[in-house]
């Protein structure tokens, strides 16, 4: 799915269709029920990012968004030829013509005439997100720090790629509950993000897979930022870093990519009693602990991503998911 480098590299791309006009909206497929004539010889006046949304301002017409989701792209062309998948053209009056093509066709496509307003959080490239603000975000919330990254209503772009190789840069375990990050680990966290963001944004983004799902450029070159991915689709790769094998865990059903070595903390570090088990740091919750002792993990291996079937919780809890409540 494309995140935030993907977005702006396709967006940095479609400048040049600034000032062209909507010669003609044509609809594909019934799914977007986009109102066509409403773009009829409307103006492109801008084309920006938001999140991971597109954002083609169209003057007083207002804002067309178009978010990619899984397997959505915008191609640039000037070819009338018959592109598989299209789900929708924007012909412009310059003789070019937006292609959205989409596969799985989970993508969206809709005219915003009051204007674009979403319930999105901070954008991480812009000079708002500071180690300060991030470190305000993480100090809210339970949530894995991880799932927290991905949380579009609290920072606007990041998904399962970009989130796992900012925990890797920042040495923090994806499962850390963010509100147990120190001021320093968030602002490691922090220089994670814009350091990788920035970085893949150089790269063009990341192209993954070799069907016509990729993520493409509107030019179709591709980013290559897949090249330099340090854990996110490398299990069982050594770590650049420390050499262990990257492991691949499942958070909220999605994939975790992570070095067990160098992003371990002492969240999981336990030791055993006489009366049972008894956690060494004090960060570590009575929830990890439990999950450690009933899964007989030894200290300092990995919570399991989903309970082993014959995993019995403690008197008094119970399993939720991938972790155990009283
Ligand atoms: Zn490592």
Known sequence: MPEL????TLVRGLQSIL??????AQTLDDRLSLPADALRDAPIEAVTRRGKYIVIRLGDRGDFVIHLRMSGRLRLDRSLAEIPYTRLILRLDTG???YFIDPRRLGTALLCPQGFSPKLGMEPLSDAFTPQSLAAITKASRAPIKQLL??????AGIGNIYASESLWRAKIDPRRRANSLSAEEAAAVHEGIVGVLADAISQLGTTLGNGISDYRRSAEAGGSFQNHLAVYGRENEPCERCATPVLRILQGGRSTYLCPSCQKTETYRVRRTTDGVERDNPRASSI???SLVRCGRKAGS????AWPSDCIPPRGWEKTGHSLRK
């Open 5 to 8: 480098p993907e977005v702006e």
């Open 96 to 98: 070019q013509s937006v």
């Open 288 to 290: 990890e602990r439990a």
């Open 302 to 305: 990995p919570v399991p991503a």
């Open 19 to 24: 000032g062209a006009r909507i010669r003609e």
């Open 150 to 155: 991905m949380d579009q209503s609290k920072i």
